[in-house]
């Protein structure tokens, strides 16, 4: 039996809540007919099945509503929708239809308490890892053997703008380029002008290595990168121009050479924790015994993992007044809010115990200075428990983004390993990704190609132009903020860490062929609500073609890609939308298709992207 056409959107116009009870909209095709249908909830950890009632008509489309009551018991509602059918039945949940009914953690969720800021969705991030974007000040850069990052090991290289990267084994983490604050403060009207809105910056405090995930101080810019100052005057700006900015935060480890470690006796303060069991700093962090075997963040001997058992580290961290959280939130800083490092593994101890209850502070700490702080966690596999409402905003989305659409389009996953995905397992690992989590926490996660921790995706497409364009366009068209790593933009190359770390080539900036389509997709997802906060509904997958809209009460606008090497004619059911007769205008050309009796019906060249719009009267 063919499968029933059923969808339930989630934004505002198909939930409302009010009163403590949610109002639900469905929408079935006309041609099946149901004996009954149910909103299955579980207020009470009960079963409560409440019936739909038809509404209205649209179209070929029937819409049904019913009013169900919101959980008191938790912050999360979960339903899901029952339709019976003789001797059948379909249920619709978040990861699509299913003829029986679907296990919890994919039903429909609403977090009645807990949302990220409005303001997340309406962003484009840039992701600047400071070192290799822009310098600004030559004076500041670090020089050749100014010191050793590892005790009498590994002396700092700097290096021509521009130069090859070194591998890890080598000289990685001690190179250094001359990026800094003010080059990013000089690059302000190129970003303003591509379109960006939001900065994410990798770490800016002081530490060793080039890419500062070894923190030797929480409060201070390190100095090679500029001062305090100097980042006053960047978030002044920034927040002048209607952009924000959000930090790196690695507070899970910190250097061997912060002072309250201070494994080479370089702190002129009280004695560091290695070498001295007696020392204030000691239960800081996790050794055994009075020996100097301690824990290390991923078994990395200079990465010392914090105990956050310990009052004096929750204090510093995030609890008292002054605490680093709050500290840089508060004014004259004021940053917008703060991407986590490796979130889900500090706690106490191996093992990461209490994690979630850390995180949880974390967020209270951040929302108690800025309600809008945006909370975004880095995790590089499924992070759907920290992503409920009450933990995090958002994750760097590589679960549900990053790799399914490498699997799909490059044959890779995150290890470098052959997988091949078809384009409807494709749109089930994007389905199942979104289901697990709230439509707004969805809605706020940050969506990337790639990021200073993996391989340029150009790169790992051969620098297929064509085959990127379609990425790209999928990067903005799709559910969640897109964020773009500093060259993304112009086709910078990389492979693995540190590669994917070069410098920004800005000779290649003035005469690139990508820029204008980057502008381009940028000015229209900033433009158009839809692509936003819009619903997501699959109009189409496969034989290469994926197909998708976003929609809310007031546009539709439809993304199509054709991966396959082979020109292909497209007939999409845009009834399912709503639609019977209408104009589509495609965006990035302003070309026209009409659409009748419910189909739109037009051609797509080999690996051609098309993005279409229509408004509703």
């Known amino acids: ?95 699509g239809k299913s003829n029986r009914i679907p296990p919890i953690e994919l039903h429909f969720k609403y977090n009645a308490v807990n949302h990220p800021p409005e303001w997340v969705s309406q962003q484009v991030f840039y992701q600047i890892f400071p070192d290799r974007f822009c310098n600004g000040n030559p004076e500041i850069s670090v020089k050749s053997n100014q010191y050793n990052l590892r005790g009498d090991h590994s002396p700092t290289v700097a290096k021509a703008w521009g130069d090859p990267v070194g591998e890890h084994a080598g000289t990685g983490a001690s190179e250094f380029y001359g990026g800094d604050l003010a080059g990013i403060h000089s690059k302000l009207d190129y970003l303003q002008e591509l379109g960006v809105t939001t900065l994410y910056l990798n770490p800016i405090f002081s530490a060793p290595s080039n890419h500062k995930y070894d923190t030797t101080d929480y409060l201070n810019i390190d100095q090679h990168l500029g001062t305090n100052q100097e980042f006053i005057a960047l978030t002044q700006e920034l927040h002048q121009r209607g952009m924000k900015v959000v930090l790196d935060a690695v507070f899970n480890h910190t250097s061997v050479d912060h002072p309250w470690f201070d494994k080479y006796q370089r702190s002129s303060e009280q004695k560091g924790a290695f070498g001295n069991p ?133 044959n890779l996953d995150i290890s470098f390993e052959s997988i091949a995905i078809s384009d409807m397992e494709f749109s089930a690992w994007l389905n199942e990704a979104r289901a697990k989590i709230p439509w707004k926490n969805q809605l706020a996660q940050l969506n990337q190609l790639d990021s200073h921790d993996t391989a340029r995706f150009i790169s790992l497409l051969n620098n297929d132009v064509k085959l990127f364009k379609l990425a790209v366009q999928f990067l903005f068209c799709y559910p969640g903020v897109p964020c773009l790593y500093y060259g993304t933009e112009i086709g910078l190359e990389g492979m693995h860490d540190p590669d994917n770390r070069r410098c920004f080539p800005w000779e290649r900036a003035n005469n690139c062929e990508l820029l204008p389509y980057f502008k381009k997709l940028i000015q229209l997802r900033t433009s158009l609500p839809s692509l936003q906060t819009g619903n997501y509904q699959q109009l189409l997958a496969e034989s290469g073609l994926f197909v998708f809209a976003r929609t809310n009460s007031h546009e539709v606008t439809i993304s199509l890609i054709n991966t396959h090497r082979h020109a292909q004619n497209v007939s999409l059911p845009v009834w399912q939308t709503g639609i019977e007769e209408a104009t589509f205008t495609n965006m990035m050309d302003g070309s026209q298709y009409q659409a009748s009796n419910g189909l739109l019906h037009l051609p797509l060249e080999d690996k051609e992207g098309m993005l279409l719009h229509h408004q509703y009267l």
């Open 1 to 95: 039996m063919e499968a029933p056409f059923i969808y339930h959107g989630q934004d505002d116009s198909w939930v409302q809540h009010h009163n403590k009870q949610l109002t639900l909209t469905l929408v079935t095709s006309e041609s099946h007919s149901f004996l009954t249908v149910y909103v299955r909830s579980e207020p009470d950890n009960e079963e409560l099945l409440t019936k739909m009632e038809p509404i209205h008509t649209q179209g070929r489309l029937q819409f049904w509503q019913a009013t169900i009551p919101i959980n008191t018991d938790k912050d999360i509602t979960n339903y899901t929708f029952k339709l019976c059918q003789n001797k059948r039945q379909w249920w619709l949940h978040g990861a």
């Open 278 to 410: 007696s020392s204030p700093y000691r239960d800081y962090y996790f050794f055994e015994g009075d020996t100097n075997h301690y824990i290390g963040w991923k078994g990395i001997d200079h990465l010392p993992v914090l105990n956050f058992s310990n009052q004096a580290v929750r204090d510093y961290i995030y609890q008292a007044e002054d605490a680093v959280i709050k500290h840089w939130l508060k004014p004259p800083y004021s940053i917008d809010g703060w991407r986590f490092d490796v979130i889900h593994m500090l706690g106490e101890g191996e093992g990461a115990k209490n994690n979630a209850h850390y995180v949880k502070e974390f967020r209270k700490a951040s929302k108690e200075v800025n309600s809008d702080a945006y909370m975004l966690g880095e995790h590089f596999f499924e992070a759907s428990q920290w992503l409920q409402g009450d933990q995090e905003d958002g994750s760097m989305n590589y679960y549900g983004f990053s790799h399914p659409l490498r699997a799909y389009l490059i």
